[in-house]
DNA sequence: AATATATTCAATCATTTTGTTGAATAGTTG
DNA sequence: CAACTATTCAACAAAATGATTGAATATATT
């Protein structure tokens, strides 16, 4: 029959959108490039594989269209098609956090490993913010920072942070965050921070959820 | 190292959801289940497959926790595990109807196919309600109605429509819909009422659509 | 307790996926 | 236009997936 085809058919496109986000690596990928467009050889550090690979990696992501490329003087430069990409992602997370409980176990190792005490997320943010006078920092990579970033942050890359400690305030809670739940720049932000006597939190999420977050209150 | 091992087993775990959905039939069996919970039997019909063979996919999915069991008399009745999964999916298709234009050229076809004329989305449903008298029906099997239907939708399953069309009226525009782009119960029920003089349309979204637009906008 | 029945398991084979290495390609720069 | 360099392609072996058939299991019914 035509239109069981058809149906089989759709299933089948759908279903390789969902194929490229099936291994590991490529999932990985697509967390590196919601932070901005990077090149072959970039990601392929990124995420400790041949650039080969990645590169292979990369072509089943595009095929799916999931990323796009655009040349960039000797370099192609992959970054993610649109927000519809992250919407997928973050719905993907949202599920496993919450339903697989390996998830949840390997998160907390994570943070007993990184020995993280205390870290707040957006909402604590906005609370926190009403009550007392916060500084926000943002420790990624300059050009993250510049790709986007949360509304009144200050961009002080993880690297420039022993250097720059004199343009933080000792009075204020000092909020440092990085490219999300699995991002270790925050978190030795803060080690330094407090080793250096500064009152500072790390907050779990990132640009990325903060985006998320926005599209998701100005629906109506 | 320990954290980037603890990282990459984040990402194959999360990887694991992803390659549930990453099989046409098993996307479609979520479609199923969206719907309500049904045996295995059952399932086996609806997508055209052994058995077996189903059941084996049904593990995949209840191991990634995108389904679960209950047991009821003789039979094991699957359902989805929450509406988080609903949301995954939806994400899915809509990426794939956005990004994909092999997908939008079958749902093209699968139009042409059915002789779809005209047919409406739940925005044209709110709108034209406002303006006019309209009867929405939900021609489903009344078990899927019974699990969950729009409000103010009556229940005229699609095989018991030619004996019903009394309860019809004619001076209404009647809107039929069903589980939702890819099925053909509302396609046929508006043939058989636009063959009996009713003016009738169809609508792609179904119940599930439904829910999860509410909870976008009882968001904030 | 015996029987009936729905579901799962096991074994199989063809197909696809994954990651490597080394060669080929294409586009840029000087 | 020549040289350079980032990226992709090709070929390979190991591992995994998908679908089938027939047997085994577990639960409910009589």
Known sequence: MA???????????????????????????????????????????????????????????????LVETQRQGNFIIYSITDDSVLRLVSAVKELGYRKIAEIERLINDFKADKNILESITLDDLQARSRKEKIMLIDVRPEEEYNAGHIPNAVSIPLAQLKKRLNELPKNKTIIAYCRGPLCVLAVDAIKLLNQKKFKAIRMEDGFVEWKLKQQGNNKN
């Open 3 to 65: 239109a069981s085809s058809i149906k089989e058919q759709v299933y089948r496109e759908l279903s390789r959108v969902t194929h490229a986000l099936s291994n590991p690596k490529r999932m990985e990928l697509i967390d590196v490039l919601s932070q901005k467009g990077y090149s072959v050889e970039e990601l392929s550090k990124e995420i400790a594989m041949s650039i080969a690979s990645t590169s292979q990696h990369l072509q089943v992501l595009k095929s799916a269209k």
